[in-house]
């Protein structure tokens, strides 16, 4: 432990929102004193821990996301329960009284991102969302471009911020284009839409945008069916069409200067490929089933080791064995390996929720026993897998928290279960009954949250205790017991 800062014996300091300089550590933390909630920085050297702020807002502080800024500027989101101006942006300043300068005219404030000399964010305003910008040593902001409200569409929040080639792009909607990839300079006349790539309103079903030198990747509609493209922001081009019609590239994942990916090519079906962002650098990585049909790679999970090595596990289907866990190590002339067949034959293991474990990867699956999925684990060597936990009956839903693995399952009365698996020793932290299952499992600072349901209070959210050995309602929105659905 770096240090006991709510040093009362049953109450937690509960940081959150940690932050780095590359020297000192920023986040946001409640030591019990006059001053509440507020933003600390730590410097590991000199391990000096001192409270930054003593911003007071109306109900109590509460803070979001803190980010430094290269100009060597630390902002973050605080905010209060208080209907209307909601989360609003803020500023270090060890000048003023209490320790932050308030940005002026921001409110419903997100999706912070350092562009440049400024600092750009959204707004979710009842009007329509604003994309925004403060210069680091400035205390008013500027609004860019505000979007239009869609009449009985999606809220047309702008989403996906990347930075390339000097420009930051985004997707964004508007009711005559659909969702189109767009970008600004950090001016209001520069902040445009890049393309309407695909005509009409439809949008053109942008994915995952990949940074990669000075442009951007994705999978996009076009003419030509859903294919890999690039821009750096003038005009969308092709990297490479491998289909003729919807190779359709989905999953992206980096590792490293790799960009990996599913995609369909005529001749070899859906398999896992690479790119470098040009055409001569997309390539397939290996026809893991030989034939039109392809192995339909999934769930593409990148696990660095403690020994600092890379590696990107996925799921992939092969004739002989069906749906099996492989792995690409990420090493030159790497081409992909199966390292389970956890139901012999061609079997269906049902292999799913991939997780990292502190360096390890967890994950679901079958071996046909009758009792569902359990719990796999991979060796060190990354290059197999084994049950762990024990008997364990119908896991899912895994989360991860340090060393700590949360999950659900079922219990031998068919009642479903909350529990925690630490080092392969697993304990049950709440048993609900049946229609009560635990959903949507979310670690939020020290705590797990979820949504369960119980005969008193229906569905409602809930959250473990500190040392997360039980689970208590939270909430009790609709006080109506009568809404217990499975």
């Known amino acids: 432990m770096v240090r006991d800062l709510n040093a009362d014996e049953f109450t937690s300091s509960n ?28 410097n590991p050297f000199t391990q000096n821990m001192l409270r930054q702020t ?44 209490n320790g932050a300068t308030k940005i002026g005219g921001t409110s419903n404030v997100g999706n912070l991102k350092a562009f440049g000399p400024k600092l750009c964010f959204t707004q979710a305003l009842a009007a329509g969302p604003k994309l925004s910008y403060v210069l680091t040593n400035s205390n008013i902001s500027v609004p860019l471009k505000t979007f239009s409200l869609i009449p009985n569409g999606d809220y047309p929040m702008p989403e996906g911020f990347m930075t390339a080639n000097s420009k930051l792009f985004f997707t964004a909607a508007t009711a005559a284009q659909g969702r189109e990839l767009w970008k600004t300079d950090g001016t209001a006349a520069g902040t445009v839409i890049v393309a309407n790539y695909t005509p009409g309103s439809g949008g053109s079903n942008i994915s995952n945008l990949c940074g990669y030198a000075n442009k951007v ?57 690479k790119t470098d962002g040009t055409e001569a650098g997309t390539m397939l990585c290996a026809d893991i089933y030989t034939g039109a049909k392809g192995s339909s790679p999934t769930d593409f999970l990148v696990v660095t080791a403690s020994n600092g090595a890379k590696t990107l596990f996925f799921v992939a289907y092969e004739p002989g064995t069906g749906r099996e866990l492989y792995k690409l190590e990420n090493t030159p002339n790497a081409v992909p390996v199966r390292i389970s067949d956890i139901v012999a034959g061609v079997g269906w293991s049902n292999i799913g929720n991939l997780t990292n474990v502190n360096k390890v990867l967890y994950f679901t ?31 899912d839903n895994l989360v991860a928290k340090g060393s700590t693995l949360y999950f659900t399952q079922y219990s031998t009365a068919n009642d479903p279960m909350l529990c ?27 705590h797990l949250y979820f949504s369960a349901a119980n005969a008193t209070r229906g569905r409602e959210l809930w959250k473990t205790n500190d040392n997360a050995t039980d689970a208590s309602p939270i909430s009790d929105l609709i006080q109506d017991s009568g809404r217990l659905i499975p």
């Open 420 to 446: 925690k698996m630490v080092n392969g020793a697993v304990s049950t932290i709440k048993i609900f009954m049946v229609g009560g299952e635990p959903q949507y499992l979310t670690v939020v600072g020290n």
């Open 365 to 395: 699956a079958t071996n046909n026993n009758g009792f569902g999925d359990r719990i796999y684990k991979v060796n060190a060597a990354r290059t197999s897998v084994a049950a762990t936990g024990g008997n364990i009956i119908h896991a």
């Open 15 to 42: 940081p959150e929102n940690l932050c780095t300089d590359g020297i000192n550590l920023y986040f946001s933390a409640n030591d019990s004193s006059a001053y509440g909630c507020q933003i600390w920085k730590y």
């Open 217 to 273: 990747m994705f999978g996009c509609l076009g003419t030509d069916g859903n294919e890999l493209r690039s821009t750096d922001g003038t005009t969308i081009t092709t990297v490479r069409n491998l289909r003729e019609a919807n190779s359709n590239p989905t999953g992206f994942v980096k590792m490293d200067n790799t960009t990996y990916f599913a995609a369909e090519e005529n001749s070899k079906g859906r398999e896992l490929w």
């Open 54 to 97: 003593s911003i007071v807002i109306p109900n109590g502080n509460y803070f979001r996301q803190i980010v430094w800024h290269p100009n060597n500027f630390v902002f973050f989101i605080a905010g209060t329960s208080v209907q209307g101006p909601g989360d609003e942006l803020y500023r270090l300043d060890s000048a003023v009284p």
